[in-house]
């Protein structure tokens, strides 16, 4: 062995600090992406899903250089190597996936989808991620952030941009089912056709069974009974967008939320579930949701929401609240709550 001088490192080890805070950059891109675009269901979800998915196939380029840093690390006895190796697995089920999903290949899994699985491991691999980055520091040097590496950062970026490209072609010139995604990245499913109209949850709400001839919704000051509601008939063509991967356009029938709550100051409406489940909106926007009892000319069923459910044109799915209990106005700030529900 010789002795190096302190300042300079072996080539092998700088590359590898270079891909591992590439990689470290990359996962942050494309969590946050994610994220965005779940949280949207109009353009925002469509720029950061290009940022995403151009990260994710940056991730895969990193990947030879990455297997050599992890066989490199895997020779030497350190405790916690399971752990990295358990990363590594959610990683590549999220890329496949996300790429399953995305192609059209395998869209449903049982009663999940690969959208589930792909955001699943994704979130599984966070606390691993931040362990294993903690406990095997990477430090930046100056020379990381010189002229020609950024350049060889923007080589990579705009490679990954290209085979993203490229794979979108591919999967329309061959028409694949991925070629029918909608801007979201979602799946056509029982559109106008209630009876065919997927049924799904945010996390771990069950279905419950609500009895119509003593439900009442209290609203704007008074309770409203099953029938009351019913005798609305605002009408809203409207598209459900669920982040786990399918879209369902329906004609939905029921009371626009302006009617029922009147003219009240405050500034949000909390609507909440039977099952505890809440989502809050600006006030001005109360002309804009609809409290539907009908989808299709007949009633709710009960997977859908019976007997009532928020229709919110343009939102994710997870803003559509079923089994509406409760409307209340109040003054706390529309963004005075969770960005994504929290059951
Ligand atoms: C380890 C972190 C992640 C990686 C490496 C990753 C990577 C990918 C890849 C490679 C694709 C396929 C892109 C394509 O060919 O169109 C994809 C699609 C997608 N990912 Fe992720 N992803 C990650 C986490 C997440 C998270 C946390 C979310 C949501 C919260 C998410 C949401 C999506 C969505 C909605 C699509 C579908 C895009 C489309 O079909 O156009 N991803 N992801
Ligand atoms: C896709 C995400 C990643 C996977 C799957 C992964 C996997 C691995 C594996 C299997 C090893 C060898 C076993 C071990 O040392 O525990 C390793 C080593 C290492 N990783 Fe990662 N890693 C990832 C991301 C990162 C990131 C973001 C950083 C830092 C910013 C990083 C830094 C390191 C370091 C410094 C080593 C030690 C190398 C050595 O001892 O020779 N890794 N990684
Ligand atoms: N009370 C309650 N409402 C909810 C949910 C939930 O878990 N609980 N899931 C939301 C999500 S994520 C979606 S996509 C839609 C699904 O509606 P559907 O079952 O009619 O397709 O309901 C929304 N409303
Ligand atoms: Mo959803």
Not at 79 to 99: Q, Y
Request: charged content about 15%.
């Amino acid at each position: 062995m010789s002795v190096r001088p302190a300042a300079r490192r072996p080539v092998a080890i700088a590359l590898g600090a270079r891909t591992n805070l590439a990689l470290l950059a990359l996962l942050s891109v494309a969590f946050l992406t994610g994220w965005i675009a779940f949280a949207y269901a109009t353009a925002p979800a469509r720029w950061s899903l290009v940022l995403h998915a151009a990260g994710g196939f940056a991730i895969l380029a990193m990947l030879p250089w990455k297997s050599m840093i992890a066989r490199r690390g895997l020779g030497r006895p350190r405790p916690g190597r399971w752990a990295s190796t358990l990363l590594g697995v959610l990683v590549l089920i999220s890329l496949v996936a996300g790429l399953l999903h995305s192609t059209g290949l395998l869209i449903y899994v049982g009663p999940l989808t690969a959208m589930d699985f792909h955001v699943g491991a994704a979130i599984a691999a966070v606390p691993l991620a931040i362990w294993h980055v903690v406990s095997r520091r990477v430090r930046l040097r100056p020379t990381d952030l010189s002229r020609r590496n950024v350049l060889r950062g923007g080589a990579v970026a705009a490679g990954a941009v290209a085979a993203y490209a490229a794979s979108e072609m591919v999967v329309r010139a061959t028409g694949m089912p991925g070629a029918a995604r909608r801007f979201t990245g979602s799946y056509e499913a029982g559109s106008l056709q209630p009876g065919l109209m997927p049924i799904s949850s945010w996390m771990f709400d069950a279905i419950p069974q609500i009895d119509q001839s003593t439900w009442r919704l209290p609203a704007g000051g008074r309770e409203w009974s099953y029938d009351e509601i019913s005798a609305f008939d605002d009408r809203l063509t409207a598209t459900l967008d669920c982040t786990g991967g399918f879209f369902s356009t329906q004609e939905w029938a029921g009371a626009r939320l302006d009617r029922l709550i009147g003219k009240t100051d405050g500034a949000s409406i909390r609507v909440v579930s039977a099952t505890g489940y809440d989502r809050r909106f600006p006030i001005e926007r109360a002309s804009a949701l609809l409290l539907a009892t009908r989808f299709g000319g007949q009633a709710l069923d009960p997977g859908h929401g019976f007997p009532a459910r928020l229709v919110v044109p343009d939102a994710r799915g997870f803003w559509w609240v079923k089994w509406v209990s409760a409307i209340e106005v109040d003054d706390m700030p529309p963004w005075w709550q969770s960005p994504f529900p929290l059951q």
